[in-house]
């Protein structure tokens, strides 16, 4: 009993120390985010000389994507994703709104051999690239070993190996020119886990790894010409995850993009959206993992991805 209670005690001790030294973090990041906000104020950057790829054009956050960066001027879109017809409709939204010229490609980003060919013929057709935006995924759902093998391959090969083929592409032009920048779209399932969607999950933490790994290695190189952002929006409101019940906190596609563009251009290294998600963050990597299943059960994100993972 005696035991108990000191484990008890010093587990609390420990959670008030982290919560403690939490609070001096956000307070301390928070004067940083706003000092540099101000500074970059001056230095934002202007997409509109920019020729941005996107894939995971043909629908959804890509759609909103290529009509942002047309709103914000962007000089050329190159759209890229499976459905030729959908892609040649978002081509006649994009050019509808200015001065941008738009191309499409049809391309299975989860071929690997189809992505360097492609992106061989993009550059040889239209020029380089200057802002790619890596956002095309997929999720198939179910409990792992309810989920078929081929599932599992395929969500690593769209969600996280494309991102290897796509920037390994075209990182060397930009850095020969000395100028570019690579998004990558994760997801907050990339910061925790809701059960039931494990290929994803794993998915997405590795996109969220492998930006951290291409911002630390142009650190490295001292390379502050090609920017990197990854941006991890919560439950969004398109085709995906459209049998997910939960609709608290859920963004809408326009507002992923708009937050994406805005990203871009302050050279913003990484984007949790909405802003609610940075807690559950904290949570998952700060404190024992009993607070996080707390939250989950309370707010009812549990049963919301067992349901969906039910319907699929
Ligand atoms: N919806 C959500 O709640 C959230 C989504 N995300 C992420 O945002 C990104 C966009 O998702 P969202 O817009 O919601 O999803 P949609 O299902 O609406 O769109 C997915 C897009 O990816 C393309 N795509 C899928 N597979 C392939 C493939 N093999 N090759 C090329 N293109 C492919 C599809 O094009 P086509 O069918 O023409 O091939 C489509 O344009 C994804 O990476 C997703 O994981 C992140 C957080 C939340
Ligand atoms: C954890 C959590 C929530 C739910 C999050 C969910 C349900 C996220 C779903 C994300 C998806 C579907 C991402 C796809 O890539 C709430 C209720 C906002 C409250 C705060 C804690």
């Known amino acids: 009993m005696a035991h108990f209670l000191t484990r008890v005690l010093k587990e609390l001790c420990e959670s008030f120390l ?8 956000v307070v301390f990041r928070s004067c940083q985010v706003f000092c540099l906000r101000v500074l970059r104020a001056e230095r934002r950057k202007d997409v509109s000389g920019e020729t941005v790829l996107i894939t995971g054009a043909s629908r959804g956050i890509g759609r909103c994507l290529a009509l942002e960066f ?31 010229v738009c191309h499409f490609y049809r391309c299975d980003v989860g071929d690997r051999e189809q992505v360097y060919r ?20 997929v999720v198939h759902g179910g409990a792992l070993l309810e989920t078929k093998d081929d599932n599992i391959e395929d969500t690593l090969r769209v969600n996280t190996l494309s991102h290897f083929w796509t920037t390994k592409s075209v990182l060397p032009s930009m850095l020969s020119n000395g100028r570019g920048h690579v998004v990558g779209i994760a997801s907050t399932l990339g910061l925790f886990a809701l059960p039931g969607v494990s290929d994803y999950v794993t998915s997405k933490f590795s996109v969220v790894g492998f930006y ?3 911002a630390a290695e142009l650190r490295a190189q001292g390379r502050r010409d090609v920017g990197v952002t990854c941006v991890c929006p ?8 459209k049998d997910l019940t939960t609709q608290s906190f859920s963004l809408t596609p326009q507002q992923v993009a708009e937050q994406t563009v805005d990203a ?3 050279n913003q290294r990484r984007v949790i959206l ?16 009993s607070w996080m299943r707390t939250v989950l059960y309370v707010t009812g994100a549990m049963k919301d991805m067992e349901n969906f993972c039910a319907k699929r």
């Open 264 to 266: 871009v251009k302050n």
């Open 70 to 100: 047309a709103k914000h001027g962007a000089c050329t879109i190159i759209l890229w994703g499976r459905d030729e017809e959908k892609l040649s409709s978002v081509k006649k939204e994009v050019e509808e709104i200015g001065k941008t």
């Open 234 to 241: 919560g439950h969004t409101t398109t085709d995906m995850f």
């Open 118 to 137: 492609t992106m061989q013929k993009v550059q040889e057709n239209v020029g380089k690239i200057t802002i790619l935006v890596n956002n095309a995924g």
């Open 274 to 289: 909405p802003r609610i998600m940075h807690f559950t963050w904290i949570l998952n990597s700060w404190l024992p993992g």
């Open 212 to 214: 951290e790994s291409l």
């Open 18 to 25: 982290r919560v403690l030294l939490l609070l001096i973090v």
